[in-house]
């Protein structure tokens, strides 16, 4: 697949007294891509009036190149303890995505220049634990590795992790972009994981994302690469012959996977969800999509969010328990949700 280039530039004017920033705006306009310059990354619109479908692509379209200014770190359990964000939202654009849900009319990504200042407040952030070993996601934002062409973030994380004796970093991703992460000194301290479905999720929901033949492939270069690795299934979907489906895809990953038996493997299992806000940008975002989104025949847990029945839910959690278990016996799953 290719790696992502905006239609649309907007350069935020604090960010351009960073090196990155003057590189990439001169990149861009050599490949005559336009650029302007705002004042904030925050509330960029376009100047036309816009349908929902409209606005969506053309958030997806639109770069945003600014300054992380809140350097505080949010709870992001049960993945990790904190968030550490040096991008906003994805190339991608999965119907079920949670991310552009939440980012609404704001889902246009942003690309932050001042990793330096984000990872030094890391490193306060890792001190305060007094010796305890703290966690960080990188994708609770975004796929890091989507944009990493352009940034270079995530390689400059690996590099700090690894020298951090008490830090660690996570990773997530549907993304196959990793021959620049392949050769740095990671020590062990950056885990990935590559969000992968079966083939009917991927095909139906996941657009403009590594197929799962490319996440397979990236996912054994960095493995090869000495990383600790991990498998996200999620959202795991009910549907007709999804176990066949399940089993084939782990079947696949068993067999292209050079080393199944890992024992520092792990599998995150979340199924699929949603809540009345997402179905309602999702109708409108992708009107022909065929999630069902189906409030009658989804279990209402409160504050507007449905979930799979309990007896169904049950029955997942013990197929692809069962069928993981079998398959990557040294494994461990991390957890059903
Ligand atoms: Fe959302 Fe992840 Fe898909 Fe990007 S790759 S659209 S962040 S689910």
Not at 166 to 191: Q, W
Not at 206 to 214: Q, R
Request: with cysteine.
């Amino acid at each position: 697949m290719k790696k992502f280039i905006p239609k649309r530039v907007f350069i935020e004017e604090g960010a351009l007294e960073y090196a990155l920033t003057k590189k990439l705006d001169e990149d861009f306009k050599k490949q005559g891509i336009p650029v302007e310059y705002i004042e904030s990354h925050n509330r960029l619109n376009p100047k036309e009036q816009m349908s929902p479908i409209e606005l969506f692509n053309w958030t997806k379209e639109t770069l945003a190149v600014g300054v992380k200014k809140t350097l505080r770190f949010k709870s992001c359990k049960p993945s990790a303890d904190y968030r550490v964000v040096t991008n906003t939202s994805c190339p991608g654009k999965c119907e079920y995505c949670y991310l552009a849900k939440n980012l609404g009319s704001a889902s246009y990504l942003r690309i932050y220049v001042n990793i330096d200042e984000i990872l030094e407040a890391v490193k306060k952030h890792i001190k305060k634990g007094e010796g305890e070993v703290v966690s960080f996601e990188a994708s609770s934002s975004s796929d890091p590795v989507g944009v990493e062409h352009l940034t270079g973030n995530l390689k400059k994380m690996i590099e700090f992790f690894g020298k951090e004796e008490k830090g660690r970093l996570r990773v997530v991703t549907k993304f196959p972009f990793v021959d620049d992460l392949l050769d740095i000194d990671h020590n062990n301290n950056t885990k990935f994981r590559f969000s992968i479905n079966s083939s009917y999720v991927i095909k139906s929901f996941e657009h403009l994302t590594g197929s799962l033949d490319e996440r397979i492939s990236a996912a054994n270069k960095i493995q090869k690469s000495g990383y600790p690795l991990g498998f996200i299934i999620a959202p795991l979907m009910i549907y007709d012959g999804w176990k066949e489906e399940y089993k084939e895809m782990l079947l696949r990953l068993h067999k292209e996977l050079k080393s199944p038996e890992d024992d520092r493997l792990t599998f995150e299992l979340i199924m699929h969800r949603f809540t009345t806000r997402s179905k309602n940008l999702i109708e409108a975002r992708f009107p022909n999509s065929s999630l069902k989104l189906d409030k009658e025949r989804y279990s209402h847990k409160g504050f507007g969010k449905y979930v799979y029945p309990e007896g169904e839910a049950q029955e997942m959690k013990e197929f692809m328990e069962e069928n993981i278990e079998e398959l990557f016996p040294n494994s461990s799953i991390e957890y059903f949700t």
